[in-house]
């Protein structure tokens, strides 16, 4: 697909890696609908997708609810006048121990922290990709593109059972897809990011920080937009669907 031109809808756009994928397209003469909570976070990320050369709009949208996501795909459809893309990014984390024994007493992960993000980087990949694929269909759209943002803690990741067991979701949801939605040429694919420079990051202790990066062969932090430029090649090669990509420096 080349992208000049399409509408490609990217959750979680406020900031981090959401924002270096949107302001990517953008800068490829992309249309972006951004997606996120924060209007003053979504503001910036606009004004940098038209500083970049493309057009962008925000929309406030909570993905894990059913009603938001289907009047953003109809309010997408109407401001733009098509759907072609959506990048699945959204994602929060609750991070914590399944059980943990300390002094003879035993703490668990509660329900909360397990359904909160189960809601929003499961449930809000569902909902996005389908209501996505729905509108692809109804246009009848030449070509169709979606992309999970998986990660590398999909494989297990210490003290995230809930945000492991999600990540690993939506990547075998991408290949699910991708044999479902052939038929309409619409592609599917997952990009799954490493340890990458974004503000959680930043505001680690320093000694903590150099530890990932010393885990990391390259020894370096990915940037947001080497993985804009992953799901980017995942949109402009029409050969590819239902697989996911680890970029990561070479961590896994």
């Not at 004004?47 to 962008?56: D, I, K, L, P, T």
């Not at 009603?67 to 006048?81: I, P, R, S, Y």
């Not at 990915?222 to 980017?232: K, L, R, T, W």
């Amino acid at each position: 697909m080349n992208v000049q031109d399409k509408v490609i809808v990217v959750t979680g756009a406020g900031r981090g890696l959401g924002r270096g994928i949107a302001t990517l397209f953008a800068g490829k003469g992309a249309k972006v609908a951004c997606v996120d909570l924060n209007q003053d976070d979504l503001d910036e990320t606009v004004r940098q997708c038209e500083a970049a050369g493309g057009a962008g709009k925000a929309y406030m949208v909570n993905v894990a609810r059913e009603d938001e996501v289907e009047k953003l795909f109809t309010d997408v459809v109407a401001d733009f006048g098509s759907l072609h893309g959506l990048v699945n990014n959204a994602g929060i984390t609750r991070d914590g121990l399944l059980v943990k024994a300390k002094d003879g007493e035993i703490t668990k992960m509660s329900l909360q922290q397990w359904q909160a993000v189960i809601d929003v980087n499961l449930t809000g990949v569902f909902l996005c990709g389908r209501e996505a694929a729905a509108k692809m269909i109804e246009l009848g759209v030449e070509e169709g593109v979606i992309v999970n943002i998986s990660s590398l803690a999909r494989q297990g990741s210490f003290g995230q059972t809930n945000y492991s067991a999600a990540k690993a979701g939506v990547a075998a949801m991408a290949e699910s897809w991708a044999k479902e939605l052939a038929r309409y040429n619409i592609r599917t694919g997952a990009v799954a990011p490493g340890t990458i420079n974004t503000d959680m990051i930043a505001a680690m202790k320093p000694e903590a920080r150099d530890r990932l990066i010393g885990a990391v062969p390259l020894k370096r932090l990915g940037e947001p937009e080497h993985i804009a430029m992953s799901v980017a090649f995942i949109f402009e090669n029409s050969y590819f669907t239902g697989r996911c990509i680890d970029t990561d420096g070479g961590l896994r």
